[in-house]
């Protein structure tokens, strides 16, 4: 068991509570507490954009992904994700920013009505339960490699989740951008570091970008056939489009001390993620070199171990510190945040309705609890679904707002003719038709749709059809009576 190691990841996750400590103390309204007061400046805009998806899955999920698959296995994440945030910026910061909403479901609700508001709202909070529960599995799994297995993964999670937990119910959104710019720093550092002394030790870079053309890894493009496209196409846009109606992703938006910064911070933020995604795939092809043996045993059994089995066996203290402080610091800096968002989505764009007289007071305070009660489902989730490969926790994550909440925010932004009717059959059909496909398997007579169809673009097929034919049809069918109204009543006129 390395103990000091231990030790340290400790009171890295403890020092943090001090910051959400500061920020609690100027944390006055929910304003404050959900988009920091619109306070942030550029820089910390770019931090808190690149933090939302340097999470675990870029740390350990994407390497495992690279090594089976190559680039075309990680088009979802890191190549959709970070285009994500670009085109945030190049296409929604300035609108929504301008509107100064609180969350995301506001939009919904002043485009079209409480009912969109709130079913959006569901479909969002949803969302975040496998994206979270990634984060709370590595930090389990974090403890459980440092301890030698004396801490269970399980009790990792919970130890993780809750020093996590506490400075986010404290700082809100002030604590996670403060916690989120250190954090980065941290992680730039430590993982640069780590590269540079895994390419040191097998031969240079050259040794690393040759073993991964030897195994054909820079191949991006499917075969050229219809379904590996679409299957492609589908992973693609998955995070793409549908990580862009996310409360998270708005909160830093939102969070910005002026359009300006709203627009360019996610822009830079998105290509400052893509660019540096790439650095824990070559350090697992550094892994591959220096451990052979050992490395494909581990990607045969659980790849997500070869990093940190890597950097524990065969590198210096100093390199493990910075390791598993870029590690965690990726980790609080993903889980945090979508700790913040669901919980603000809840009060302000459901409980509210319920509880139509809350004081500026008791929604902070019901922010907090929210968080509390939000954070245990989500420990429960992770620990239920123990096992699960942290890149497909976080994949299936945003299907759901593909298919439910990305057109009618589109649409509301961009197109006048839409309408609330649309809208909910946008949601209806775009759910129902992912649904289907999803769980074809055990559906009469559709057995193996889903191998053949991906879910994610029949869905978002049905959203689009049901935005057009539910804001269009009304108008044309009450024309169509228009005009038959005047016929008639030219006939009539005609006959007398």
Known sequence: MNTLLLVFVLLYLVGTLAVGAWAGTRIKNTEDFAVAGHSLPLIMVITTSFATWFGAETVMGIPAKFVDGGLKAVIEDPFGASMCLVLVGLL???????????????????????????????????????????????????????????????????????????????????????????????????????????????????????????????????????????????????????????????????????????????????LCYLAFAFVPMFIVCAALLKMPEHAAELLENDPQKVLPTMILDHMPFIAQVFFFGALVSAIKSTSSATLLAPSTSFVENILRHLVPNLRDKQLLLAMRLTILIFTCMVLTYAILAKGTPIYELVSSAYQVTLVGSFVPLTAGLYWKKATTQGAVWSIVLGISLWAIVSFSSSIPGLAGLDSLIPSQLSGLFGAILGMVAGSLGPQWIGNRCHINLDHIGDLEHQHV
């Open 92 to 270: 929604f910061a300035t609108r929504l920013y301008k509107m100064k909403l609180l969350t995301i479901g506001d939009f919904y609700r002043k485009r079209f009505g409480v009912i969109v508001e709130v079913m959006c709202s569901i479909m969002i909070i949803i969302s975040y339960l496998g994206w979270v529960a990634a984060q709370i599995t590595a930090l389990g799994l974090v403890f459980s490699i440092l301890s030698a297995d004396q801490i269970s993964q399980e009790a990792g999670m919970v130890i993780g989740t809750v020093l996590v937990l506490v400075y986010v119910m404290m700082g809100g959104m002030l604590a996670v951008a403060w916690t989120d710019f250190i954090q980065m720093i941290v992680l730039v550092i430590g993982l640069s570091y780590i590269a540079w002394t895994s390419s040191e030790m097998v031969g240079g870079a050259k040794s690393v970008f040759s073993l991964a053309d030897q195994k054909g890894w820079f191949q991006i493009l499917p075969e050229t056939n219809i379904k590996d496209w679409a299957f492609f196409i589908a992973a693609a846009i998955t995070m793409m489009f549908g990580s862009i109606p996310q409360q998270d992703v708005f909160q830093r938006v939102m969070s910005a001390r002026d359009v300006k910064s709203a627009r360019l911070g996610a822009i830079i933020g998105g």
